[in-house]
């Protein structure tokens, strides 16, 4: 089985790499307004009044969410501010524990921003030694990765000076590159890609062709579809915290896009219209295959 990209590279799947089994979270917030105060009885909006306290709401940031990715995929994950889906990546990378679900990987993933830890006062150059380091890589092989990540950063002199001093798209550029030192098997990246030029997108593309070649999983967060459309071979459109619409990057990053620009323009019923439908197309995943993963699962976390 394979896969092809928008660039016609053409990449064999392997065995699940990533499982995530009927994920849900959910948190209380706080909400501030007299409709809320109002719902409570009156001792209750005593006690709050005493206590300081706002009433608290029930927040559903993900809605059973079910999926399983393949080594050699590159995934985007597309959907409005506040979908669910950097809390997804974070559930897949074990930061965020579930409130319900279990997610299984075949090895640790690599969040980009989280697993290098760098240090704004030191320079580029000695945070690409410090993150490769975090990352578990040995002496020699951090010398071998530092032309490699400067080149793929390409920050110029920047590199020597402070990380405190670069805009947020060099820093975005550098953490990037930084992740990729490790040759990850599994690399979520949350929207750091927005932020290059069009050099700096064709590097990291062929960065993460190159990863997937070697049996690599990506995972990409983007609110720009042509992004994903470009990057990756599959996409997930998340509404609401759910999932609806999973399946060919080019045709999923196409529909989102349509839904975006019809509610951009102000055109609800259309959109409403394009929602529906797509929400009616959806089925939830059969995850048979999950004895697959059992065998090949060095790490799990959730509850479940």
């Known amino acids: 089985m394979a896969e092809n990209n928008k660039t016609g590279v053409d ?7 990533v499982l995530v089994n009927n994920i849900s979270v959910t948190y209380k917030t706080e ?15 005593a006690a709050m009044r005493i206590m300081g306290r706002n009433p608290r709401r029930q927040v559903h940031a993900l809605s059973n969410v079910s999926l399983a990715v393949r080594s050699g995929e590159a995934v985007g994950l597309v959907g409005l501010n506040g979908s669910g889906k950097s809390t997804l990546l974070r ?6 524990t579930p409130t319900e679900g ?3 990987a075949s090895s640790q993933p690599v969040l980009l921003g989280v697993s290098a830890a760098l240090i704004p006062d030191l320079s580029g150059y000695r945070n690409i030694k410090l993150g490769a380091f975090a990352m578990g890589l040995s002496p020699a092989q951090v010398e071998e990765a ?13 590199l020597y000076r402070p990380m ?21 098997d599994i690399l979520l990246i949350d929207e750091a890609l927005n932020t290059g030029d069009a050099a700096f997108r064709e590097r990291s593309e062929e960065a993460m062709t190159k990863m997937r070649k070697n049996a690599g999983t990506m995972f990409l967060v983007s609110h720009a579809a042509q992004t994903v459309e470009e990057m990756c071979t599959r996409a997930i ?7 609806i619409q999973d399946g060919d990057a080019y045709l999923v990053a196409r529909n989102y896009r349509k839904w975006s620009w019809l509610l ?4 609800p019923e259309q959109a409403q219209q394009i929602l529906a439908a797509t929400k009616a197309a959806y089925s939830e995943p059969d995850l048979v295959e999950l004895s697959e993963v059992e065998a090949s699962a060095n790490r799990r976390h959730g509850l479940g």
Not at 91 to 96: C, D, H, L, S, Y
């Open 11 to 17: 990449v064999p799947l392997g065995p699940i790499s």
């Open 31 to 45: 909400v501030n307004d007299a409709k809320a105060r109002a719902a409570h009885s009156l001792p209750a909006r």
């Open 91 to 96: 559930i897949i990378a074990g930061v965020e």
């Open 102 to 104: 279990v997610v299984k």
């Open 146 to 158: 530092i032309p490699r990540v400067a080149a793929l950063a390409d920050i110029g002199d920047a």
């Open 164 to 184: 405190r001093t670069y805009s947020s798209g060099m820093g975005s550029r550098l953490r990037f590159a930084i992740a990729t030192a490790s040759r990850p």
């Open 237 to 243: 459109w998340i509404h609401k915290g759910r999932v």
């Open 264 to 267: 951009a323009k102000d055109q």
